[in-house]
Each structure stands twice: as C-alpha cells, then as structure tokens.
C-alpha cells in the first residue's frame, strides 16, 4: 500500500501547455509538500501546505498553483508550461511540517519540448 | 535558500569498504535527517539525529552531528552494490513554519 503516490510518473508536453501532477497521500499526516529536483538532482521546496492552509510559498512563478482538497490530497498546476519547468517534481508529507521523517513519492518527471 | 552541502559530490569505491559522506549547514537546528534516492525514485528516509545527539547507529549506518561546526558525516559500513544511491542531508531550521532543506547530494558507486 503506497504511502504517498503521485501521478503520472512521466509526463512529456509542449511549451505553453497547462498540466497537473496529482499527489495523495494515505498516512493521516497534516502537512504535505512539493519539491523540485533540477537535473544537477538539488532538491528545492515549493510549496507547504498544512491542514490544507498554504504555509510556505516559495519563490515560485504563478504560472505554479497548488490546490489542497482536502488534508491527504495536494495537487500541483502549471500553466503555460516552459523549458525550464523540465524537472522531477516531488510530493511528500510529514506528521507536522518541518519537523521528523518525510515521506516522498516517487516523483513525476516533466519534460517540456 | 539552500542550508545542506554534501562532500563529496561523488564517491566510488569496492564492496566491502566504508563509505563516508560529509553534510555541512548554515542555521542553527532541531533535527538533521539523512536520505537516500535511489535511480529513478522517492526520497528514502534513513535516520534521524536530534540537535542535543553527537553520534546515532542504525545497522551498518552511524550518523554523527557536530553542532559547533555545523556538520554532520553518514558512514556506511562494509558497503554493498544495493548501497548504491544519491545520499542527501536534510535540516529542519530552528524556527517555526519551516520545511525540510536538503543539500545537494553525495553520489555514492558501489562496484562488485
């Protein structure tokens, strides 16, 4: 039973379109994440959300926006997709934020052409 | 802002022998915490030490943490193929509303 599941693990578009990356998350925990992972694998947070409450909001383009349903679902938008938005996106989740182990999926690898 | 570096960047060496990897920070902690990635997959939590630990074990893993110099080393002992993985540091900064930051990775080749 995957802890933390993120689809589709492969993703290939083209410049300019709109994509969503799904994360659920089945630990009960209250804070979820996305990471970015460029290709030099440096791992750079996102976006926080806790009891669905965005808490950390990195410098990121608005054309990123993540929506929380509810408190085991964070999902990841990006519109107008560009080159360098080519990366593997991470979700995780831990008990609460910042604080013990991190559980991470494994990951969506975007590529845009 | 990034708080991790990992030394060395990459690590090959026979199975068998040690492996040791370096992790250096910048902000005061609560916790430091190790991960592994392997090829094409999640992060894999490995070990955590707290701030007031200088030295935890678990199996063939000893973690140590100096918080005066604002390091900590993963050694991995009597190393094997499967321990082949990208090794990451990962610190929670001693303020609240604050998530994991990791460094950028120390890739380890374990050779049969």
């Known amino acids: 039973d995957t802890a933390v599941s993120q689809t589709p693990k492969y993703l290939v578009t083209q410049m300019g379109n709109d994509k969503s990356i799904k994360c659920e998350q089945n630990l009960g925990h209250d804070t979820m994440y996305w990471y970015k992972q460029d290709s030099k694998k440096f791992l750079k947070i996102m976006f926080s959300?806790?009891?669905?409450?965005?808490?950390i909001n990195e410098t990121v383009p608005n054309r990123f926006s993540p929506k929380s349903p509810d408190k085991a679902h964070l999902n990841l938008h990006i519109n107008s997709l560009e080159l360098g938005d080519s990366a593997v996106y991470f979700c995780?989740?831990?008990?609460?934020?910042?604080?013990?182990?991190?559980?991470f999926g494994q990951g969506t690898r975007l590529t845009v052409v | 802002s990034q708080q991790g570096e990992e030394d060395p960047q990459a690590l090959s060496i026979q199975e068998g022998e040690n492996a040791t990897m370096n992790c250096s920070y910048k902000t005061s902690i609560n916790n430091l915490q190790w991960y592994r990635q392997n090829s094409g997959r999640g992060l894999v939590h490995l070990i955590l030490?707290?701030?007031?630990?200088r030295e935890k074990h678990s199996g063939r893993l000893r973690v140590t943490l100096d918080t005066s110099k604002k390091s900590s080393s993963l050694l991995i002992t009597a190393s094997r193929a499967a321990d082949t993985a990208s090794y990451f540091c990962a610190t929670d900064a001693n303020q609240a509303g604050t998530a994991l930051i990791f460094g950028k990775g120390t890739t380890l080749s374990v050779s049969s």
């Open positions: 030490i707290r701030s007031n630990e």
């Open positions: 995780a989740s831990s008990q609460v934020l910042g604080r013990g182990e991190a559980f």
């Open positions: 959300y806790n009891n669905k409450e965005l808490i």
